[in-house]
């Protein structure tokens, strides 16, 4: 990347090939219009660069990695909002029915939780479940469970980092 946060054209073709061969080797589509998509991918560009992580380009990042994992792309709502309306909040992602033309993007609303919310959510998570040999973590973008003392590096599923994995039993 050039020494501002803008990558360059190079830069984004690049990102768009690894994005789109992760994707089909997971079993999603990329929007077909590949300007938009490239769009996308260069605001995901832009926001790694400006915040250490890919934040979703469609929403307002805090800047703070703990605060904003639910968003980092692929965020947490991309499977919810797929089976729900083809395609996630940006549109980077679309089912098969989009992609056929059996079905039109449409204007998906918000499901993230406001931040008093997602506090609220992540106390009540803190329920401790005991009686396992090891604890059960869960992959927040695609429900990938594991048992282990800490989540893997990398999901085998969708390839996000181990923090975006939580404590689910």
Do not use: H
Not at 58 to 76: H, K
Not at 105 to 115: D, H, K, Y
Request: with cysteine; proline share 6%.
């Amino acid at each position: 990347m050039s020494g501002s946060n803008e990558p360059s054209d190079n830069d984004v073709d690049l990102y768009y090939l690894k994005v789109k061969e992760e994707a089909e080797s997971s079993g999603y589509i990329l929007n077909n219009d590949i300007e938009f998509t490239k769009g996308l991918l260069k605001s995901i560009l832009i926001n790694n660069a400006r915040y250490g992580y890919g934040a979703c380009p469609c929403r307002l990042a805090l800047g703070e990695r703990n605060d904003d994992l639910d968003i980092i792309c692929p965020c947490d709502y991309r499977d919810p909002d797929l089976n729900e309306y083809g395609a996630c909040y940006c549109a980077l992602y679309i089912s098969n029915e989009i992609l056929t033309g059996k079905k039109k993007v449409q204007s998906i609303p918000e499901r993230r939780p406001s931040f008093e919310d997602r506090e609220k959510i992540k106390e009540e998570k803190e329920v401790q479940i005991t009686g396992l040999s090891k604890p059960v973590w869960r992959c927040k973008v695609c429900g990938y469970l594991c048992a282990r003392d800490k989540p893997p590096e990398t999901c085998p599923i969708c390839k996000v980092s181990s923090d975006r994995f939580e404590k689910f039993i």
